[in-house]
C-alpha cells in the first residue's frame, strides 16, 4: 500500500482517548512553517519505519493508518484490535535560517535491546525531551501503545536530510560537511539511528501481536568503485607524479609503456584487478564511469577509446554493473547531467541502473535531478570527511519530495564508507580504521540493512592504502549482495 491510499480522517477536538492524556511533543519552535508535514508524509514515515522493523509488505498492506492534527493512529487489521499511537508536534519550527540548535530527544527501549550492540537510548532529532530516561512507548488503559514524542517527524527530517537545507554549510566543493552535522555535534553519526528505531518498534508490535515475527534481518554489502582516472589521455606529469607517491619505479615503466604497446594503461589495470579481487570473493562490484570533458577535477577520458570499451564488455560478461559517476559540473546542474547520462548510455549501448555524483558533491535537490534523468538509484549520500550514516540509515529507501508532496521515483542506496574518508580525512591507522569499520558493519547485519562501500581504482597502488581494501571485504564475508530493484516502486 502506498501511503498516499491510506484513510485520513481528522478528530474534531484533542479529548482524552482510552484512558490516556494527550500531549503535545516539542518539535523545533521557529515563525515560519517550511516544511509543512502533511498526512501524506506521515503515512511515508510509518511505512519507513515499517520497513526497518522487519515488516513485510502483506502485513503493511493491512494497516488503517489514520492521521488527525494532534496523531497518527495505526490500526494493525485482524491481528489486535489495540492501536499504535503517534502524538503530533507543533506544525511550525523549520526556516531557513533556524535560530539555535536543532533539539535532539533521548528515550528508552519498550523492553531490553535485541541485540548485543544495540544502543542503551533511542535518538530523536527535532525533538525535545519532556522526561529523561522515559521509554519512547508507553502503554495506555487499554493495552494500546502511545508514543508521546513526534518519532514520525524525527524519521521524516532525518531521513530527507532537512537539516541540509536549513542550515547550508558547505566546504570548498560546496558540501555538507560532516562537521556541521547534527549527528556529529551529538556524536551519533557511526550510529545508524533510524534503523535503531525499527528494532525498537518491532517491540511494540510484538507486544501488540505476540504471534508476530519480524523478518529476518538480511545482512547485504554493496561494492561500488568511482572510475575517477583511467590514465587517458596519458600525462607524463601525472605518471611521474603516480610513482614518487607509490615508490614503485615499475608502475611508471607500466604508465609509460601502456599508450606505447596499446596496453592497458596502469589505472586501468587497477579497475581489473577490483574486478578480479571481487570475483574471487564470490563478491559483486559496481563500477562508475565518467562521460564528463576534462577540467581541474575532472580527468577528462573517453569512453570511446577501445581499451575502455573492452574492459567494460569484460565486466559486463561476468554480471558486474556498469553505472554513470556525474562529473564535478553536473552538481546542480541538471542539462550537465543528462547531457553526460546520454552519452554513457551511447558509449556502453545499453541502460543501465544509477551511480553516484563526483567528489559526493549532492544536495536533497540533487534527488529531484537524478529523478528527471531517468535513473533509479543514487548512492551519493555519504559524507567525504567521516564515516558512517549521513540519512541515520543503512537501508535503501525512496526519498520524500517535500515540495511535490509525494516519494520519489528513485532510491537512496546511502554510502557508509568511502576508502580515503578513514585515511586521509581522519587520519585513522589501520588497526583503529578497520575497529571503526567493523563496529559499522556489526551495526548494519543487526539491523538487516546495506552496508555500501566505495573504493576507487587508484588507492590499490597507493602505499598509505596498503592492507585496506582485503582487510574490509573480510569483514563483510558473508553479506549477500544488494541488487537494486528495477523499478523504485518495488522497494520494499
Not at 375 to 383: A, E, I, P
Not at 435 to 454: M, N
Not at 459 to 488: C, I
Amino acid at each position: 500500500m502506498s501511503p498516499s491510499t491510506a484513510h485520513n480522517s481528522q478528530r474534531s477536538s484533542p479529548a482524552p482517548l482510552h484512558g490516556r492524556i494527550p500531549t503535545t511533543p516539542l518539535c523545533i519552535d521557529a515563525p515560519q512553517q517550511l516544511p509543512r508535514i502533511t498526512p501524506e508524509a506521515r503515512r511515508y514515515a510509518v511505512k519507513e519505519l515499517a520497513r526497518r522493523a522487519g515488516v513485510s509488505q502483506e502485513f503493511f498492506r493491512r494497516w488503517d493508518i489514520q492521521v488527525s492534527g494532534i496523531e497518527t493512529t495505526i490500526s494493525l487489521g485482524l491481528e489486535t484490535k489495540r492501536q499504535i499511537y503517534f502524538c503530533h508536534g507543533p506544525d511550525a519550527g523549520l526556516t531557513h535560517n533556524l535560530a539555535g540548535e536543532i533539539p535532539v530527544a533521548r528515550a528508552q527501549w519498550l523492553a531490553t535491546p535485541p541485540t548485543d550492540v544495540a544502543p542503551p537510548d533511542l535518538i530523536l532529532p527535532f525533538c525535545r525531551s519532556r522526561q529523561n530516561h522515559a521509554p519512547l512507548y508507553q502503554t495506555s488503559a487499554d493495552g494500546s501503545v502511545v508514543c508521546e514524542l513526534d518519532l514520525l517527524a524525527s524519521f521524516l527530517l532525518t531521513l530527507s536530510r532537512v537539516e541540509e537545507s536549513l542550515r547550508p554549510e558547505v566546504d570548498e566543493h560546496g558540501r555538507f560537511p560532516s562537521t556541521s552535522s547534527l549527528a556529529s555535534r551529538e556524536r551519533f553519526l557511526e550510529r545508524p539511528i533510524l534503523d535503531d528505531h525499527g528494532l525498537a518498534f518491532s517491540q511494540v508490535l510484538t507486544f501488540l501481536v505476540p504471534g508476530w515475527q519480524p523478518q529476518k534481518p538480511l545482512f547485504r554489502a554493496k561494492l561500488t568503485h568511482d572510475i575517477d582516472d583511467v590514465g587517458l589521455p596519458f600525462d607524463l606529469r601525472s605518471a611521474i607524479a603516480h610513482t614518487l607517491k607509490r615508490h614503485a619505479p615499475s608502475a611508471t615503466v607500466r604508465d609509460l609503456l601502456g599508450p606505447i604497446l596499446s596496453s592497458d594503461p596502469m589505472n586501468l589495470f587497477l579497475v581489473r584487478k577490483l574486478a578480479k579481487i571481487s570475483k574471487e570473493r564470490g563478491l559483486h562490484s559496481a563500477f562508475f564511469w565518467k562521460c564528463s570533458p576534462r577540467a581541474a577535477y575532472d580527468s577528462g577520458y573517453s569512453l570511446t577509446d577501445q581499451r575502455i570499451q573492452r574492459l567494460i564488455g569484460d565486466l559486463r560478461e561476468i554480471n558486474f554493473e556498469v553505472g554513470v559517476h556525474p562529473g564535478y559540473d553536473t552538481f546542480h546542474h541538471r542539462e550537465n547531467l543528462a547531457r553526460e547520462i546520454a552519452e554513457l548510455k551511447a558509449a556502453i549501448q545499453e541502460d543501465f541502473p544509477g551511480g553516484r555524483q563526483h567528489y559526493l558533491r549532492w544536495t536533497p535537490e540533487s534527488w529531484l535531478d537524478w529523478e528527471s534523468c531517468g535513473l533509479r538509484y543514487d548512492s551519493s549520500v555519504g559524507f567525504a570527511d567521516h564515516i558512517g550514516f549521513r540519512a541515520g540509515t543503512s537501508f535503501p529507501f525512496r526519498p520524500w519530495c517535500w515540495a511535490e508532496n509525494r516519494e520519489l521515483n528513485l532510491i537512496e542506496v546511502p554510502l557508509i564508507l568511502m576508502d580515503c574518508t578513514p585515511v586521509k580525512y581522519m587520519r585513522l591507522d589501520l588497526q583503529e580504521g578497520l575497529e571503526r569499520v567493523r563496529a559499522l558493519i556489526r551495526r548494519v547485519e543487526q539491523t538487516g540493512g546495506v552496508f555500501t562501500l566505495l573504493w576507487h581504482n587508484t588507492p590499490l597502488m597507493d602505499p598509505d592504502y596498503d592492507g585496506w581494501y582485503e582487510s574490509v571485504l573480510d569483514l563483510l564475508s558473508g553479506a549477500k549482495a544488494y541488487e537494486v530493484p528495477w523499478l523504485a516502486a518495488n522497494l520494499w
